[in-house]
């Protein structure tokens, strides 16, 4: 499943290769390698700890490279000709809480030799009614679209986003991630939003310990899940059900319990004789984060 580097030099926007990087002791990447491909939406996925950020940050210039080799449009990541080319959507911020969202808008774009109009990215972000707002006082999730927003503002040709839709309601988590779709941009997605990266994501990488574990598109990354998952809602308890045969998994999740099994019809068969008020019973594939559990349990 896990594909080579067979992108050209004018395909590949950025590119870490053989990266080996350290904190101290801490061995925060081991030989990684990774493209960034023109016109792609890439999710990057990893448990806490796995390196993520540390390549992110890498590939943003933020970071020394310590081993290994680190280009953006064949360049060093943190050359001006590079951060005039591409945007960032981060979690940590010097935004001006003084300043109204247009203000702020207006002065990042001032820094770009080719900026969108601020219009039309007051209007991409959905924040035509709240530009003059101090920044200060908004809200977390409209904090969030300003941040998408000054992303934006040197109508970039590669786009970091990082947890873009945190804080966000349903109605502005999906018309965030329309616009998304619409943009014709490469983008970098790191979130642990399973459901947003198999909606934005042409392909996934997961970075385990450092090392890339897996690489390809969703679909390829959850075909490596084997079985099915099973929900139900039901008085039986994981611990009771995870000794059957072809039981991958199990786990509560709210009001239901959630079953990885390469047996399905044999465990529903199971819960059934354990539980007859058993209700809300469905058999569907294996998703996305059932997916990256399997590939990092498995991985050493």
Avoid at 27 to 52: C, I, M, Q, S, T
Avoid at 212 to 226: F, L, N, Q, V, Y
Wanted: glycine fraction near 8%; charged fraction near 25%.
């Amino acid at each position: 499943m896990e594909n080579q580097f067979t992108g050209s030099d004018e395909s590949v926007l950025a590119r870490l290769s053989s990266v080996t990087h350290h904190y101290g002791s801490i061995l925060a990447l081991d030989g990684l390698d990774l493209e960034v491909r023109r016109g792609e939406v890439l999710g990057v996925l990893g448990p806490n700890g796995a390196g993520k950020t540390t390549a992110i940050n890498l590939l943003l210039g933020n970071l020394r490279v310590q081993q290994g080799s680190v280009s953006v449009f064949g360049q060093d990541p943190g050359a001006l000709q590079v951060r005039e080319r591409r945007g960032a959507m981060l979690q940590v911020s010097g935004i001006s809480g003084n300043l109204t969202v247009r203000e702020n808008i207006e002065l990042f774009s001032s820094y770009y030799p080719a900026p969108l109009a601020v219009a039309k990215l007051l209007s991409m972000a959905g924040l035509e009614d709240l530009s003059g707002r101090r920044f200060g006082k908004l809200s977390g999730g409209q904090k969030q679209r300003v941040m998408f927003a000054l992303a934006l503002a040197g109508d970039p040709e590669l786009l970091f986003l990082d947890e873009p839709t945190t804080g966000l309601d349903v109605d502005a988590r999906h018309r965030l991630w329309d616009e998304i779709r619409t943009l014709e941009v490469t983008a970098v997605l790191s979130t642990h939003n399973m459901a947003e990266v198999d909606a934005l994501a042409d392909r996934v990488i997961v970075i385990h310990h450092g090392r890339r574990i897996a690489d390809g598109t969703p679909a390829e990354i959850k075909s490596h899940a084997a079985g099915r998952l099973v929900r139900c809602v039901t008085c039986t308890l994981p611990d009771e059900i995870k000794q059957l045969p072809g039981v991958i998994q199990a786990k509560v999740r709210g009001r239901h319990l959630e079953v990885q099994t390469t047996l399905p019809e044999d465990l529903v068969r199971n819960l059934l004789a354990q539980d007859e008020e058993l209700v809300d019973l469905t058999v569907e594939a294996v998703d996305l984060e059932n997916a990256f559990l399997s590939l990092t349990k498995e991985s050493p």
